[in-house]
């Protein structure tokens, strides 16, 4: 068997093609191989379109980078015909090897896709030793067929949050299956609010679902989601998250620490104290400052003191407890920060508890759990991390899809 065979073979060629010659390049390093592809004269090649056998009409050398040859770079080099096809006129024909447009070959692509399901794209890049710029094309395209192929004819139940692509800017939000119990990912599109659940309400019907078919939305209490899920989506019951609640008197303790810090030193450990929950372990420093604060009279743990008080709320063993006892706290709340301007923070966030009660309430009639919501923070930085250094909003999106979408085969043959 000739070299040129075991080339042959190895790439999976089939008639006409063949190699017609290879040569190892020194000069450059790392060493290239390169194999120069091609057919006897006179063969026929099919028509891209019907795929009947024609003429070459004329022909045009194009390169393609395949997977390294030990430790070389390999690159192919054909002369691709145009055909003649009576019916569908001159068109350039698709090699086997490379889909078009592409200057890698199938292979190649298929070794990235693997690699870029483990690992961050840059490294992915110095690995096969080229651009994260290129492979991030190559991965934009294969994600993005996959995505098409998302059935969402049955969706019932979704879930939705927005997370920034970088900190602080440019926002994406992203959509969710809750009957999905593995990548629950199913859309997700730059911006937030009010806007992008149109948008979805549009993919849901252009991939054959029913905007009608949709029970319940899970959401943070943002008003726009709110008022858009509504308008969009008339038939869903829509829980605010119980993660968003938490997240709402987190965010106001940690005010609540911040202004009164400026006022009087507070101990060492007060911060992350008060923002690990009762339930978590803490260290002894943060245990003596909870204490501290407690008996010095800090406005900081009256928040804290609040903040734990909604766990009560979310033991509620049935709807109608939870509403007893979110009674009972929104009273035990409102007086503790009663006339308390430090607390004006939590005040408010009362407020919107008290607002949306009954979308928080109706978790407890929800047959979906809700602990979604929260586990996609570790996703979007997950997904922050794998994209780092050639980060956009696109590449950013497609990172989401490739950890937590329901896409399995990525290469279609
Ligand atoms: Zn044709």
């Not at 592809?37 to 063969?43: K, Q």
């Not at 870029?116 to 840059?122: G, I, L, N």
């Not at 030793?129 to 019932?156: C, F, P, Q």
């Not at 008290?354 to 923070?377: P, V, Y």
Request: aromatic content about 10%; charged content about 25%.
């Amino acid at each position: 068997m000739r070299t040129n065979d075991i080339f042959a073979l190895g790439l999976g060629l089939t008639p006409p093609w063949q190699v017609l010659s290879q040569r190892l390049d020194t000069e450059k390093t790392p060493h290239e191989l390169h194999l120069d592809l091609g057919a006897d004269r006179g063969a026929t090649y099919p028509c891209p379109t019907c795929g009947r056998n024609c003429k070459a009409h004329d022909f045009e050398e194009f390169i393609w980078r395949h997977l390294n040859f030990f430790q070389h770079h390999c690159y192919l080099t054909a002369r691709v015909p145009r055909v003649t096809c009576p019916k569908h006129g001159t068109r350039r024909i698709v090699v086997p090897w490379a889909r078009p447009g592409s200057n890698f070959t199938l292979l190649f692509e298929q070794v990235v896709m693997i690699l870029a399901r483990e690992m961050p794209v840059a490294t992915v890049a110095s690995f096969v030793g080229t651009t994260d710029k290129r492979l991030w094309r190559v991965i934009n395209h294969y994600v993005a067929e996959a995505m098409k192929r998302v059935d969402l004819s049955r969706l019932k139940a979704f879930g939705l949050d927005e997370t920034a692509c970088k900190r602080g800017q440019r926002y994406v939000t992203i959509f969710i299956d809750l009957d999905r119990e593995d990548r629950p990912v199913i859309f997700a599109t730059e911006g937030k609010g009010k806007q992008t659940v149109q948008l979805f309400r549009e993919h849901i019907i252009s991939k054959g679902g029913h905007p009608n078919r949709v029970l319940e939305v899970v959401s943070d209490m943002s008003g726009s989601f709110i008022a858009a899920v509504e308008e969009h989506f008339p038939q869903a019951d829509l829980t605010v998250d119980w993660f968003h609640v938490v997240q709402l008197f987190t965010t106001a303790v940690d005010e609540v620490r911040k202004a009164e810090s400026k006022e009087r030193a507070l101990p060492k450990g007060t911060r992350w104290g008060v923002l690990k929950g009762c339930e978590t372990a803490k260290t002894q420093t943060q245990a003596e400052a909870l204490q501290e604060i407690e008996s010095e009279a800090f406005a900081t743990a009256v928040a804290y003191r609040i903040k734990e008080q909604l766990r009560w709320v979310r033991r509620a063993e049935t709807h109608q407890a939870a509403k007893w006892r979110s009674t009972n706290f929104l009273k035990y709340a409102r007086d503790l920060v009663a006339d308390e301007l430090l607390l004006a923070p939590v005040a408010k966030a009362i407020r919107t508890f008290e607002k949306h009660l009954e979308r928080i309430l109706f978790r407890w009639c929800s047959w979906h759990t809700n602990a979604r919501l929260e586990g996609l923070n570790g996703l979007f930085q997950a997904a922050r991390a794998r994209a780092r250094g050639y980060r956009n909003v696109a590449n950013f999106i497609t990172m989401i899809y490739l950890i937590a979408a329901p896409i399995g085969d990525l290469i279609v043959k």
